[in-house]
């Protein structure tokens, strides 16, 4: 894992503590999610599903599916 995915999923952790203490079922899910992206060197599967292939090019991820 490189710096930035190591960053990325340090942020994730945090984001999942606070969802968690709110009780946020959906939002935990989504998190968990791309906490399983992040560990498996994956892009993350919120963006591959949001955004247009355009927008995924422009944050580097061009070589994920269209939604």
């Given at each position: 894992?490189?710096?930035k995915q190591q960053a990325e999923l340090e942020r994730l952790e945090r984001v999942l503590a606070v969802a968690k203490r709110n009780g946020?079922?959906?939002?935990i899910q989504?998190?968990?999610r791309?906490?399983?992206a992040v560990q498996r060197g994956e892009h993350s599967p919120l963006i591959e599903e949001y955004l247009t292939a355009e927008e995924r090019a422009s944050r580097g991820v061009e070589n994920q599916p269209e939604a």
């Open positions: 894992m490189n710096k946020n079922e959906l939002f989504n998190i968990e791309e906490i399983a």
